[in-house]
């Protein structure tokens, strides 16, 4: 049976410290200029080959992701807007303000942004292997994850949490952990990426009650149910991600049991003796 006091601990709840406010006027400008992190479109046209089809990493929320290099020879990921995206303005801007005030080993690095006309891009470093998903689902690359990586990685991913939630500027919700949104880098380092919905969390409050959001499979019970969101409601979602990477299971598509319907209740059954 795979429940254990080691995921038990790593499922610890963690807390919060008092956060400072931040303004919702600010815009993806000001906060270029007030961090001084500016690229010029020109640049990112020059890096990324005009956004040709063959740099595109892939296709995120709310927009293109492309594969880019810099004259100095950094290598970059470029996050284009969709210009026809109104939801997807509103997570990019979100995103922007979060990112500009977090840095962490193990949160993924916000480099710049570019606002040209009606063009809006965050610019992040690049990280080669990309998201954990492509290896524990993976029936091949997933031997590239012995046991001391995987306890790596999970160690790494509840870091980067407890900094988000006690330790940043202001505590995040990312209320989006899922395998999909931990990139690797070439050491193997995890960071957690794609912030369009996390949350900026209250002061002295336990939880706040907001619109669900997140991906089904990985959201706590309470959050889904009635919207209350708190640290909690990551902290289930990381849950959610250890196990999978432990047994190599996805929990949305499970198919190891019939009785079950995906990886959490098989993980629930007890076993017989």
């Known amino acids: 049976m795979m429940k254990s006091k080691f995921i038990s601990n790593l499922m610890k709840p963690f807390k919060f410290h008092s956060d400072k406010d931040v303004s919702k006027e600010e815009n993806l400008e000001q906060i270029a200029a007030q961090e001084q992190k500016v ?4 640049t990112l046209v020059a890096a990324t080959r005009d956004f040709h089809p063959d740099n595109k ?11 880019g ?5 950094r290598e970059i990921a470029v996050k284009k807007l969709s210009q026809s995206s109104n939801q997807g303005k509103k997570e990019f801007m979100n995103e922007a303000k979060l990112l ?33 998903d492509k290896f524990i689902f993976d029936a091949e690359r997933k031997k590239e994850l012995d046991w001391k990586r995987r306890f790596d990685i999970i160690s790494g991913v509840a ?3 407890l900094y988000l939630h ?36 209250p002061e002295d409050q336990t939880h706040v009650n907001t619109r669900v959001a997140g991906t089904n499979g990985y959201m706590a019970p309470e959050y889904l149910m009635h919207g209350r969101l708190s640290a909690k409601a990551d902290v289930f979602s990381f849950g959610v991600v250890v196990l999978e990477l432990i047994s190599g299971q996805k929990n949305s598509t499970f198919y190891l049991d019939i009785d079950c319907q995906n990886l959490l209740d098989w993980v629930r059954i007890p076993t017989i003796t």
């Open 39 to 42: 690229f010029s479109f020109e």
């Open 100 to 132: 500009a005030r977090v840095q962490h080993r193990n949160v993924v690095n916000l480099l710049g942004y570019c606002t040209h006309g009606a063009e809006k891009i965050l610019v992040y470093e690049y990280l080669p292997r990309e998201s954990l």
């Open 69 to 73: 290099k810099l004259g100095d020879g």
């Open 166 to 201: 006690e330790d940043s500027p202001s505590p995040i919700i990312h209320r989006d952990i899922k395998a999909s949104n931990i990139l690797l880098d070439e050491k193997w380092v995890p960071k957690i990426a794609d912030f369009g919905m996390a949350r900026l969390f």
């Open 159 to 161: 870091r980067g949490l």
């Open 57 to 67: 990493l892939g296709q995120g929320g709310f927009g293109p992701v492309y594969r």
